[in-house]
């Protein structure tokens, strides 16, 4: 006999001769239990009250139904759940975890939810710097500047010996008619193009741009700042700063040589270069040849452009012959020679800077970094921050509660499928709040170490 479907059920055929249906109607159940583990992180840090303090509220408090902090809390934590749109907190203003997440289980007023919906949150994305009369929530585009490098700086115990500032351009593609669009040719779309400051897995900047401009513009008065509030931190600290050939500009090399900052650069390849290791590429060329695998040679250079450098500086050539021919490479650097020969420096120092790509690609694959679909440059760029500040949070709870287990490396997205999207039923009483998660979750010793770090990191 067939089974008789009910409205709002689901039937998924049978099983030993039980009919499987499905129907949402479990009433409290979340699937982002173990988003109190981002909770227990944020106490660690204070990332959403630092974050929330750099906003202003001009509203009349008697009237307010959601704090900014809990907006704020809301959205980054939203994002690090993997909810990009702000529409997703239509349903999720009703979720018992982010309630709990923002220490607000009921609304004071009858005809609200215990968070805020789309509306609320979209005003918040589009606040300005500073208030006016219609907006009256504004943020400090300086003070949220600032506070990624607090954040990295709290990150650490003592002051290291040494750093590594990775900086890097990337596209951020555009599918609109967003305020301060242009088509750049290399990448072949219109697009805006951040500027992005790491180091290691530590955000320290993520600065959006237009895209008709030089991938280095504006790079000289970040790093300025950035260094600026390290140092006054980490007087002793030494600074290596690491870029791709888009930032080998004399305002930069000149800036870190004045300051005591070293710098290792690509250098875009050119004739003249080319011909200054044409000897060595001819002895690459007869290694590969005879052994027939790619060969490499190193060559040191004294160098100074014809006219945009104001002085000789070290270059380091590779001189490289593969099976599709000559594959030379340049570096430019501030180090000395007894710090680091050629080789070293350009294999093992240099080319480490490919990392970085990978914290671009988490910041934007899995956080959403470049959902920049807002009408205006300001209000992308507050998005940038949101999405900024969940990877920091994200990262935190990696490096607090998950060192020395399987997920000491994984991805932000990884770290999420396994660790915070957990199902679980939700039961309130007078006295506590009980989640009862999925018995057959198998990352039940991660999240019970994970825990138990961050609840003693908070204190």
Known sequence: MPTECSPGQFAFGTVEGRSVVAAFDGGA??????????????RSIRLIKRFAACFSDGRDGTRVEHAVATLVGQRVIGIALGYEDVTDHDQLRHDPVMAVLAGKLEA???DCAPLAGKSTLNRLEHAPAGTDRYRKIGHNPGAIERLLVELFLDAHRAPPKRIVLDLDATDDPLHGHQEGRFFHAYYGCYCYLPLYVFCGRHLLAARLRRSNIDASAGALAEVERIISQ?????????????????????????WCEANRVDYVFGLARNARLEGAIARELAQAEATSRRTGAPA??????RWTTLNSWSCKRRVIAKAEWTHG????????????????????LYETVYCARGEMENRIKECQLDLFADRTSAATMKANQLRLWFASMAYVLLCAL????????????????????R???????VRTSFRRVKLAMATACPCQPEFALA????????F
């Open 419 to 425: 660790l915070l999207k957990i199902g679980a039923l």
């Open 29 to 42: 159940v979340t699937t982002d239990a173990g988003a109190l583990l981002l909770g227990a992180t944020d």
């Open 325 to 344: 021919g000559p594959n030379p490479r340049f570096i430019v650097t501030s180090l000395k020679l007894a710090e680091s020969d050629g080789r070293r």
């Open 108 to 110: 004071r007023r009858a």
């Open 230 to 254: 390290i140092r006054a931190r980490w007087p002793r600290v030494r600074i290596l700063l690491r870029a791709d050939s888009g930032f080998a500009r004399e305002a930069l090399m000149g």
């Open 451 to 458: 825990h138990f770090r961050l609840i003693h990191a908070a």
């Open 398 to 417: 990696r490096r607090i509660g998950l060192a020395h287990t399987q997920f000491a490396q994984a991805t932000c997205g990884t770290i999420r499928l």
């Open 296 to 301: 490499r040679v190193f060559k040191e250079l």
